[in-house]
């Protein structure tokens, strides 16, 4: 007989509410200002320098774990959508729960910011394939416009993540409304005319991820 997983107590439970806390507050400070130094994040977390260099060696590391976190939120969308049977819904709803995880906000902000590891290197590769897949299947719906290529899923999603109004919700509608619209642009329409311009290539926005000086 199986038995849940035991809380963590003590110490352990308040480092894990820390750590949290400080990812929560590192991600509100880096979107304002990727710039900003490692005590902002303390601050607005509210707890002290020490214990934020307790769990991070420094700033890029704390940068390197915000965007490892959110590619690892990308993988479980994609691989929660191709679960789904209808091929047109799992790539429409992949769209939705990257939006609505808010990923690209964050990794658009600190690329070129810090270097990637290995794992995440892997996982990045892993992300291509699984979005690769679901376009493969939207094509096959035969809802998807033939010209559209899956490196336009990443430009779709960074219009989304622009949009912004202080409040959350608000925030959250609207990027679904953006999002609405932006998918009726890659559905097939008889009187569509074509995507003007070459597609985006493969590496194409890789610049973006070498390290700034």
């Not at 990308?74 to 799992?90: G, I, K, Q, R, S």
């Not at 679901?134 to 999603?157: F, I, K, N, T, Y």
């Amino acid at each position: 007989m199986s038995t849940s997983p035991k809380p963590l107590a003590g110490r352990r439970a308040q480092a894990a509410r820390n750590d949290e806390v400080i990812l929560e507050a590192a991600r509100a400070v880096f979107l304002d200002d990727p710039k900003a130094p490692i005590a902002a994040v303390a601050d607005r977390a509210g707890v002290g320098i020490s214990a934020l260099y307790r769990r991070y060696a420094g700033k890029e590391a704390l940068l390197r774990q915000l965007c490892h976190d959110g590619l690892r939120r990308y993988l479980a969308v994609a691989e929660e959508a191709l679960a789904e049977p209808d091929n047109w819904a799992a790539f429409a709803g992949f769209l939705a729960g990257v939006v609505d995880a808010d990923v690209h906000s964050l990794t658009v902000h600190l690329a070129g910011t810090f270097t990637p590891t290995e794992e995440m290197g892997r996982d990045a590769l892993r992300a291509g394939e699984l979005a690769t897949a679901l376009v493969d299947r939207a094509h096959a719906s035969g809802r998807l416009r033939a010209d559209v290529v899956v490196q336009d899923l990443g430009l779709v999603l960074e219009a989304c993540a622009a949009v912004r109004v202080p409040d959350s919700e608000r925030t959250r509608q609207l990027r679904r409304r953006q999002l609405a619209v932006l998918l009726g642009g890659l559905s097939t329409a008889p009187d569509s005319d074509p995507l003007p311009g070459p597609p985006p290539a493969a590496g194409e926005f890789d610049w973006r991820w070498r390290l700034r000086e």
